[in-house]
């Protein structure tokens, strides 16, 4: 993120006022926001919404008068409430958590000053934790906003206790911490953002004075697109494969024409912003973001240089394809797309030329493509702050399917040394385990159910809080799946939904990472599936197939199994005629609670 | 200079230039509120590359205040 000019901000109000009045004429989907802070954020509402228009979605925001943030929390009767937000952006600043403090540190000290501390985290959680009860579907994003100067800063010594510096910094720790109290609740910490900027240039006194506002234009504007960048992560609305160019982006220079000992690339000068820009994209790999290439070179002078220069930090292991030739990059990245089994729309290309993003911006505009800046120094902290990767934190799963990727590509090769497909599955030695949903797999099941599109044969998008309730509900079974096989372990990577009522059990919902495709690892899920219908006494399995412009592998999948077409959308299985057979080199293990 | 300072307005009320008139001031124009009026300013600031004491935006209440002080450069008169 570039900071902001007031210019900046002043047009992004005017654009998010434009937005307010168009009524969302583009048919974005839509998210209701509550706005409770300790001071006037008045002029945030349009920001908001020029924000969340860049990242596509149009906003309907609420400010709730200032200053009563709890009273609104704590009363089930209160204007928040009646507004039924989907989200809540709770400002509170510490300057005004610890207003006695920064009146008259000197009375303010010792037992008084720990005591302020306590009591107001403890109704700030309090208040929260009734918000995330009385709201039981939305998320909750809690700002931590420093002060920008201590109580006292006229006394320099960061430890004296009379500065109070201590006491702002503890305050901030706990609304930090209190991200772990729920899943549902997503700290902002608008504090260490706006230290790189310095917090100076966000706060205008006469806005201080005459409205009380704390946050000047740029301030709002900037704090809009931070709120934004994690409501992005937070619904998986990210990115997962770049597409690099070689020359003059991975390395300096064009190895076609300066061989591999002349390109710029090592520990020193402007070879080290190139190194530092691919320790930036190692660091995405290793939490399992896609690498690919798109390169027109020779591909023996690109491949030598992974191979075989020093200097390189990524190798050729790291890529999960390329495309080095001399074709259009549009074509390969559609190549690419094709080859990885993801859609476009999860693609991010870098690359210096100009012309070439251009291209690509126009001929495959799903692709995002940011303005790599032309100076390579500039490179690495222009792509550390790029928002398309953010992701509010890193799971073991997410660990795991870094590891898998990896695993995958020396499963292929096997795959084109074995020489028939059934020979094939049967030495890969799979093994799955389907398990009701628990607190541990919630979080997964709700990620896959927000991020799954193409093997997904309904597009239910759950959230913790549905399957919460799903699986609470009778008759209703709601499942992982996990598979093994002799490469490692692609944790969980499916997820069922099997509803029963009276004869009919209904496959609500029924998806699969791309990961595990084309393993018939479906078939022994679907085998479950049935098996359980029949377990709990139904005579016929019913399963839904709803299109999107992301499913169409799945449209057959039901019929292809000996379902027959029944209503629009419907699919039956007689059990007491026919049962799809269950793949016979799959081990199959079911936990089931009781 | 009041043609920029319509359209300026224009931006931050919502309404199109055409509507306001040359007299317009908070009184009469429905827009103008305080919120509005803190817009303005910052707005104005942006837009002629003034920079205006709090005082002052306390008195800029009118088209006529307005195109009077961007008319002195965005200084304001010694009394």
Redesign the interface.
Same mark, same amino acid.
């Given at each position: 993120m570039t900071s902001i000019t007031p210019q900046e901000a002043i047009r992004r109000r005017t654009r998010g006022l434009a937005l307010q009045r168009s009524k969302n004429d583009r048919a974005l989907p839509e998210a209701a926001f509550a706005v409770l802070s300790t001071f006037n954020v008045e002029l945030l509402p349009p920001l908001l919404l020029d924000s969340f228009e860049r990242i596509g979605r149009h906003v309907h925001v609420h400010v709730s008068g200032f200053g009563q943030i709890s009273e609104q929390m704590l009363d089930p009767a209160s204007e928040l409430y009646a507004h039924r937000p989907d989200c809540v952006l709770l400002i509170p600043a510490v300057e005004d958590l610890l207003a006695p403090l920064f009146a008259r540190p000197a009375h303010m000290t010792g037992e008084a000053a720990n005591q302020l501390v306590e009591t107001q985290t403890a109704a700030l959680q309090q208040s929260i934790a009734s918000l995330l009860q009385n709201l039981p579907e939305a998320t909750c994003y809690l700002t931590v906003m420093g002060s920008g100067r201590a109580p006292a800063e006229f006394i320099l010594s960061p430890g004296a206790s009379y500065r109070g510096q201590a006491l702002v910094e503890r305050v901030l720790a706990r609304l930090r911490d209190m991200g772990s109290i729920s899943a549902r609740l997503v700290i902002v910490d608008w504090d260490w953002h706006s230290r790189a900027w310095g917090s100076a240039q966000f706060h205008d006194d006469r806005m201080w004075y005459l409205a009380r506002m704390r946050l000047n234009l740029p301030g709002l504007a900037a704090l809009s697109d931070l709120v934004g960048s994690h409501y992005s992560a937070f619904h998986g609305l990210t990115r997962k494969v770049v597409v690099l160019d070689l020359d003059n982006t991975l390395w300096g220079g064009v190895v076609g024409e300066a061989g591999l000992s002349g390109i710029d690339l090592g520990e020193d000068g402007i070879g080290l912003a190139f190194q530092d820009l691919q320790r930036e994209l190692l660091n995405l790999h290793d939490t399992g973001v896609l690498l690919t290439v798109a390169s027109k070179n020779n591909a023996a002078d690109a491949l030598e240089v992974f191979d075989h220069h020093a200097g390189m930090i990524l190798k050729r292991e790291h890529l999960a394809a390329f495309r080095i030739n001399w074709q259009d990059k549009a074509s390969s990245i559609r190549e690419l797309a094709q080859e990885l089994n993801l859609g476009l729309e999860s693609f991010v290309f870098l690359d210096d030329n100009p012309v070439e993003r251009e291209w690509i911006r126009q001929g495959v505009p799903e692709v995002l493509v940011p303005e790599l800046p032309a100076d390579p120094v500039s490179r690495p902290s222009f792509f550390r702050a790029l928002s398309c990767f953010q992701r509010i934190t890193l799971t073991d799963a997410d660990l795991q399917r870094a590891q898998s990727y990896a695993i995958t590509k020396v499963r292929d090769s096997l795959r084109s040394s074995a020489s028939s497909l059934p020979e094939f599955l049967a030495s890969l030695d799979q093994e799955i385990t389907i398990e009701a949903v628990h607190d541990g797999s919630l979080g997964r099941a709700a990620q896959m159910c927000q991020r799954t599109n193409q093997f997904n044969l309904t597009t239910q998008r759950y959230t913790v809080t549905d399957l919460e309730q799903l699986a609470g509900a009778s008759g209703t079974d709601v499942y992982t799946l996990a598979v093994k096989d002799k490469f490692g372990d692609s944790g969980i990577t499916g997820f069922a939904v099997l509803r029963t009522n009276g004869e009919t059990s209904t496959i609500d919902s029924l998806l699969l990472s791309c990961r595990v495709l084309g393993r018939q690892i479906e078939d022994a899920f679907l085998g479950v599936l049935v098996s359980r219908a029949r377990e709990r006494g139904a005579r016929y399995v019913v399963g839904r197939y709803v299109p999107t412009s992301k499913n169409q592998q799945v449209a057959a999948f039901y019929p292809e199994r000996g379902f027959e077409p029944d209503t629009q959308g419907l699919f039956r299985l007689d059990l007491e005629r026919e049962i799809p057979p269950t793949p016979a080199h799959i081990s199959v293990k079911v936990k089931s609670h009781a | 200079m009041r043609e920029r300072v319509k359209r300026v307005m224009s931006?931050?009320f919502?309404v199109p230039a055409e509507e306001i008139p040359d007299d317009a001031d908070a009184e009469t124009l429905e827009s103008w509120d $305080?919120?509005g009026h %803190? $817009?303005l300013m &910052? #707005?104005l =600031? #942006? =837009?002629f590359n003034v920079s205006?004491? $709090?005082e002052t %935006? &306390?008195e800029l209440i009118s088209m006529e205040e307005i195109t009077a002080f961007l008319g002195r450069g965005g200084s304001t008169p010694q009394s």
């Open positions: - | 931006d931050v919502g $305080s919120l %803190m $817009s &910052l #707005a =600031e #942006a =837009e205006i004491p $709090s %935006m &306390l």
